[in-house]
């Protein structure tokens, strides 16, 4: 394991916002009337460096009735795709102006590496930018004729109304711009609250809406935990909700969303697959490896944390998985070469110190890692490959978040296929292989929402989700957008 210096000793940087005590509601950051409060911890030092309000039922009432009074009486109700999608170009421009404040922020909340959290402010320009461009598919009249003739129909996409998004901790950023995008340019206005313990980076996207010129009301924004996300899903204002997060919440807010009839759009766990077949080039798929299948030091929904190798080149598939993963850097996630950075928090950190342990009274065995980092402080985890694993064991079957890979044997295709589906999600996958038609057949033979051939990412312009556990609906493209329009048909006769 290589290992870069010490946090411990590393200077830490200064973030712009520490101890916040107001949410922003109504075009104004106002002080919270809670008096709890919620801790920002360092990952890497286990040293809290800030806090934000555990908003209380008045302020989460506060924020759904002004977006409700923007979505029915305020301009935003009178522009045109056309007018919002230039908005979004201005919001887009104002995030990237935010990068490198957002990314120190976000690496200090989360522990993420800097090189992965620099990324974070144009890749949700590119959402911004992407989506501004589908305002043709919400414009102009869609006239559709009655088949016995005599009458048409003009079918209307209205906006859904005033949506709560809930974003994750892993990409606080990404992924609620990818809810914040199209729920703006079909003409909702918004509540957001990010996750606890990620909940002051997500202010530089408020800041840049405001410096864009969003109307007031349009953009809201709470902090809170559970309690906070119950109050919001279950508010009466609410029309629509849209959740990235773990698969026992969603079922919660998808329990309250059915009984409420309120349309919801969930991205939950995965527990992917990456099938080599014979003929695959392992030093391209070790080029593309930590990426796909250990992302953000595994906390990362979609990646393939299960590596099913062909039984005649199982050895050789485990050599070069652990020689990749042992020759990763990690460390101090300030440090620009560190690709292993540690658990966002004790709790998860705890977690994965579980698996490990399951792990090795099951029978698997640790070819490097496989226990805490010798850090003395922070919660950082040995990046861990786990050979001799059997579809039955806990880390075979259950999403682990963490920087842990498993490398599983097949005899033939059609076990490897079988081994993949034999989750209760479908979220992500990938087929490695010299052949793209073979790696095509096979791909479309996963039950899953999304697979890479020989490599795994989301295109903006392609809808993402999951299948069974993973999640309801689905984000990115005009099939993400739809998520968040309300379809009115009207009937008239000719002539």
């Known amino acids: 394991m290589s290992v870069t210096d010490s946090p411990r000793s590393a200077a830490r940087p200064e973030p712009r916002w520490t101890h916040a005590d107001d949410y922003y509601v109504d075009?104004?950051?106002?002080?919270?009337?809670?008096?709890?409060?919620?801790?920002?911890?360092?990952?890497?030092?286990?040293?809290?460096?800030?806090?934000?309000?555990?908003?209380?039922?008045?302020?989460?009432?506060?924020?759904?009735?002004?977006a409700d009074r923007a979505f029915r009486a305020g301009p935003w109700a009178r522009t045109t795709p056309s007018e919002r999608a230039a908005l979004?170009?201005?919001?887009?421009?104002?995030?990237?102006?935010?990068?490198?404040?957002?990314?120190?922020?976000?690496?200090?909340?989360?522990?993420?590496?800097?090189?992965?959290?620099?990324?974070?402010?144009?890749?949700?320009?590119?959402?911004?930018?992407?989506?501004?461009?589908?305002?043709?598919?919400?414009?102009?009249?869609?006239?559709?004729?009655f088949p016995a003739g005599g009458a048409e129909s003009v079918v209307r996409k209205d906006p859904v109304g005033p949506c709560v998004l809930i974003a994750p901790?892993?990409?606080?950023i990404n992924l609620m711009v990818v809810k914040l995008a199209p729920a703006l340019l079909a003409g909702c206005t918004v509540v957001m609250k990010p996750a606890p313990g990620t909940s002051l980076s997500i202010r530089f996207v408020v800041e840049a809406c405001e410096a864009a010129g969003l109307p007031a009301g349009v953009v809201n924004l709470v902090t809170g935990g559970g309690e906070?996300?119950?109050?919001?899903?279950?508010?009466?204002?609410?029309?629509?909700v849209a959740f990235t997060g773990s698969t026992s919440v969603g079922r919660r807010i998808a329990a309250a969303c059915g009984e409420l009839l309120r349309p919801v759009t969930l991205e939950l766990g995965g527990k992917s697959s990456a099938i080599v077949l014979e003929d695959a080039d392992l030093e391209q798929m070790s080029s593309v490896l930590i990426r796909t299948c250990l992302r953000n030091t595994g906390q990362t929904c979609y990646i393939s944390t299960r590596i099913l190798a062909p039984s005649s080149r199982y050895d050789e598939v485990v050599d070069m998985v652990t020689r990749t993963v042992a020759a990763a850097p990690q460390g101090d996630p300030f440090d620009e070469r560190t690709v292993f950075g540690p658990m966002a928090s004790q709790a998860q950190y705890d977690i994965v110190c579980g698996y490990l342990?399951?792990?090795?009274?099951?029978?698997a065995r640790a070819t490097t890692g496989g226990r805490p980092a010798d850090t003395k402080q922070g919660w950082f985890i040995e990046p861990t490959v786990f050979a001799d694993v059997t579809p039955e064991m806990r880390i075979a079957r259950e999403e682990i978040f963490g920087p842990v890979v498993s490398v599983l044997r097949y005899d033939d295709i059609d076990e490897a296929v079988a081994l993949a589906n034999d989750t209760s999600f479908g979220l992500g996958g990938v087929v490695f292989s010299t052949d793209t038609a073979a790696a095509q057949a096979v791909a479309e033979r996963m039950d899953t929402g999304s697979v890479g051939v020989n490599f795994f990412a989301s295109n903006h312009n392609a809808p993402f989700g999951g299948r069974h556990d993973s999640g309801l609906g689905v984000e990115y493209g005009t099939e993400g957008l739809a998520q968040y329009v309300t379809f009115k048909t009207i009937h008239r006769r000719l002539g």
Request: charged share 25%.
């Open 228 to 240: 906070t996300g119950e109050r919001l899903v279950r508010h009466p204002l609410t029309a629509k």
């Open 88 to 145: 979004l170009l201005r919001i887009a421009d104002e995030v990237e102006a935010r990068a490198e404040d957002m990314a120190l922020t976000n690496t200090l909340e989360n522990g993420s590496p800097i090189s992965e959290t620099r990324g974070a402010a144009a890749n949700a320009a590119g959402i911004l930018r992407h989506v501004a461009g589908l305002a043709c598919w919400l414009q102009g009249e869609d006239v559709r004729p």
């Open 169 to 172: 901790w892993n990409f606080p």
């Open 27 to 66: 075009g104004a950051w106002t002080r919270s009337t809670a008096t709890a409060r919620l801790p920002l911890v360092d990952p890497a030092t286990g040293r809290e460096w800030g806090t934000v309000p555990d908003c209380s039922a008045q302020d989460v009432d506060a924020a759904l009735t002004a």
């Open 357 to 363: 342990d399951s792990a090795r009274e099951e029978g």
